[in-house]
């Protein structure tokens, strides 16, 4: 994960951090078994505990003088953190998938002060807004529908899939100063099975929709030349700091990148991986 100019990642029950230009000794940060985004720069969230429970989270700065720690707090048994957002931090439970909001206190468990719907996966975040599978109505190929909520009001939209298309997979991203996020569905009938990539963004209507003119509606476009193979219903997308490319893969063969704009998507001398960061 990145975190300003460090990465941040765990390892053997440890959280490690390292600083551009990411040539030297990863510096130890102490225990910790999952990272997850922190709303305070500096900052990285760290989930402590067995798989059992009982469990803590902490905001622990990445090195020495990026910023005070925050916590520990006690969380609830059977949930990750996703990310810390303004209201709070958004909690997903396993394995019901219920995706809540949940505002931590100094003393006990804090509470839930939203809940969204039962999600599957969750695409990303950006500002407000999160967008999340959902664990329901999903079609026999795997394909789920994809949720864009508002986080503060519990806002929620259901995104328009791509013709011949029942929803998405798992995986994809928000791009980080934008409003695209990047997505999957079901790629092209074949010996093996694939996945391909799909941009969602807002389509504004020139008429009323749902008694509000002006308003929105999220909608889905295949990115041609963008299949990669897959062995799980999921990809992985990471978009570049400056949001101006995605990268996205599979489970093997070659990654990929594309560009918005651009006629289709291309191959790049890069192995695939579900699990990569852009710098």
């Not at 460090?6 to 390892?11: A, D, G, R, Y």
């Not at 910023?67 to 958004?90: Q, S």
């Not at 997903?92 to 002060?113: D, E």
């Not at 193979?229 to 978009?239: K, L, N, S």
């Amino acid at each position: 994960m990145v975190t300003g100019n460090f990465v941040t990642f765990v390892s053997a029950g440890s959280v490690f951090s390292l600083p551009r230009p990411f040539l030297g000794v990863p510096r130890n940060l102490g225990p910790g078994d999952l990272v997850f985004p922190s709303a305070t720069s500096g900052l990285i969230g760290v989930k402590r505990g067995g798989a059992a429970g009982p469990f803590s989270i902490q905001f622990i700065p990445v090195a020495p003088g990026t910023g005070l720690p925050k916590g520990p707090f006690g969380l609830p048994g059977g949930y990750d953190p996703v990310a810390e957002v303004a209201g709070g931090i958004l909690l997903l439970q396993r394995p019901t998938g219920q995706l809540q909001l949940w505002q931590p206190t100094a003393k006990g468990f804090g509470t839930f002060s939203r809940t969204y719907g039962k999600a599957a996966d969750v695409i990303g975040i950006d500002g407000d807004s999160v967008a999340w599978l959902s664990l329901e109505g999903c079609a026999d190929d795997g394909e789920c529908p994809l949720h864009i909520s508002t986080i503060s009001s519990g806002q929620d939209q259901v995104v328009v899939p791509p013709d011949g298309h029942r929803g998405f997979l798992k995986g994809g991203a928000f791009q980080p100063s934008g409003n695209l996020v990047a997505a999957f569905v079901v790629g092209p009938l074949g010996p093996t099975p694939t996945a391909s990539l799909a941009l969602v963004g807002p389509q504004f209507l020139v008429g009323p929709f749902d008694n509000s003119p002006g308003d929105a509606r999220w909608r889905a476009t295949v990115v041609p030349r963008s299949d990669v193979r897959i062995g799980e219903p999921r990809g992985a997308a990471v978009w570049s700091p400056d949001s101006e490319r995605v990268f996205f893969s599979g489970l093997d063969g070659a990654m990929h990148s594309y560009h918005p704009g651009n006629d289709a998507a291309e191959a790049l001398d890069r192995s695939a991986s579900y699990l990569f960061t852009v710098f």
